[in-house]
């Protein structure tokens, strides 16, 4: 199948975990370590080498790290550099630039395109199309929908980049543009289509272009359905409260 | 040239039709089954199969069926369990995920994603760059134009997804979104970077963020071209009334 | 490395520079010229034939050149019939499609669509994820940022096609639409999420849906750092006139 080892090239310099299954077509380049158990399938290229692997004779690609239990799907290219923790996973054809690094049990969708230098946390969930411009950072259980763009560049072009911040648990809707440097906080919905010119408080939730806050998230009422946020009490697939409640497991969480 | 057998995998599972052409470096998966006359480009997937794959050892991949003089273009996945109509195409590095339904004679632009459980008629077309969300529905002679968007979470995260249905002969602008289980009717126009976040009447242009009802389509005048809606009066290009026009060809439908 | 000439196909009627690096599992077709110093990275298409090639069998490709010391990156997807100058130089995945004239030193982002017959002077700049449709024509030192379009068809479906243009050293922001025969003037900066629906007149900050000027981009100033517009004398990494200032350039190629 797809794991036959048909024109795969790869790197006397990398480490290969234990039990790993790398695709038909695929590149792992110079000190690249995949953990044990992962799965790189077909196409695909780790450790992409940096711009002056073209030009210099004697570049050295930089240690790139990939958690153990990982998953990345075909077409998929991460450049030398990123730091990515266990239980990574992504669809298609994502791109990662290098000196990125990304928590634990992310996923990136399909065609995201994430531009270098950027930090995520744990369990964040990008969908397909995401684009983060360098320097931007974000918090742990974020997710961002398809379209949703975070930009860096105040008066473009520059070289002045100002990468935005989101934070924990706040969900970012299909075709939000985040203006550069702009910080939305913990637990905000940015609704659809919106443009965050200014800093969003924690708990917002925010629409328009330029984004205004409607009101406090946890006042937020839908018909028949009470109040759906925080997501958290409702919400458990493949995050780590998953059969515990995510009030028991910050419990847990907090004696630790 | 592109079809030189070089690099490609075919299952021994797969029902390859007659005069069938598979390019360079791609793959078709185990109970494929590729109408005649079709042509599948390089570095392409057919069949690709669903994620329980990569853990159960008894992974049996459900059938996928592309009809007859199909154009597939290169570094494009279809995943298994994908009902494809005849003369169906698409542009380069389309994702089909699975269970999705695709009638006859439609075409899905580069770039184009489609995240499964998805149905579409006949004789649509999506552009480049469209995103469909699961359980999301679109009639017959429906063009969806780039970076266009369908969701299907009210309350993200949930697991409670509503996709939304979208009426024959409809055109949808670029960067349009229709939000979760709303309903585009038939013959509708959306103007450019819309959000439709109810209900959207048959013979409505709509436009703006929330988008509103401007006129009904049927008395839109364009300086020196009178009425261009309904289009199928003017456009006939790889419609089944070309070279006949839309209403001998309705007559011709509505008798049999 | 990936230069290792692993499954890469190189038609006897392409004519390849002196030292041209071609990466695995690349294809190079009937009558492209690559410039010498060129880079094409692994997994490429340069050359791609035209629809007429998969039923035609007297097709002949039409001819493609690429100046001297390009890179186009993995995954890319270049037309016959493409005139691209020197130092051109793409992101991953990116398609241009046939008969687009591309101008000296400009680079097209990751995942960028330009749909042929475009016309793209030099030095400009499209980022990531940027759509560029059939008859659009660009200036010199333009820059796109991502989800940017480029529309042409006025009254959807039909075939009278009307790209719009943009001036020289226009800047335009991530998810802006031009709609169809739209003029955009020279050094104009078109804020994000604009949809610009008519002529902008030079040097206007332009936005909003619809775009509406805000006022003469020369009088608009930045608390601490004055007037940043027009850029050309703040901004010069990869314009020509890098080192020597803008308007030592300027005067230099006016005596030409």
């Known amino acids: 199948m797809k794991f036959n080892g048909r024109n795969v090239w790869i790197s006397p310099k990398a480490k290969i975990g234990s039990n790993v299954k790398i695709g038909d077509n695929s590149a792992i380049y110079d000190h690249v370590e995949i953990g044990d158990n992962s799965i790189i399938c077909n196409d695909s290229v780790i450790g992409e080498p940096l711009v002056a692997y073209y030009h210099d004779p004697d570049y050295e690609n930089p240690p790139t790290v990939m958690g153990p239990k990982s998953l990345v799907r075909s077409h998929s290219i991460i450049y030398a550099g990123c730091i990515l923790g266990r239980c990574f996973s992504t669809g298609h054809r994502v791109t990662i630039r290098e000196n990125t690094t990304i928590g634990e049990c992310c996923s990136v969708g399909t065609l995201s395109d994430i531009q270098g230098n950027v930090k995520i946390g744990s369990y964040c969930r990008l969908h397909s199309n995401v684009h983060i411009s360098q320097t931007c950072a974000i918090g742990d259980f974020v997710f961002l929908y398809p379209f949703s763009v975070m930009t860096n560049d105040p008066y473009p072009p520059s070289l002045d980049l100002k990468g935005g911040h989101i934070g ?71 995050m780590p409260w998953e059969g515990l409640g995510f009030e028991t497991w910050m419990q847990q969480n907090v004696k630790k």
């Open 168 to 238: 924990n648990y706040s969900q970012v809707g299909v075709h939000v543009v985040i203006l550069p440097g702009v910080r939305v906080g913990a637990n905000c919905l940015i609704g659809a289509n919106s443009v965050v010119n200014k800093k969003v408080q924690d708990f917002s939730l925010a629409m328009g272009d330029p984004a205004r806050v409607i009101m406090d998230i946890r006042k937020y009422l839908v018909m028949g359905k009470g109040n759906p946020y925080p997501w958290m009490h409702r919400f458990e697939r493949g």
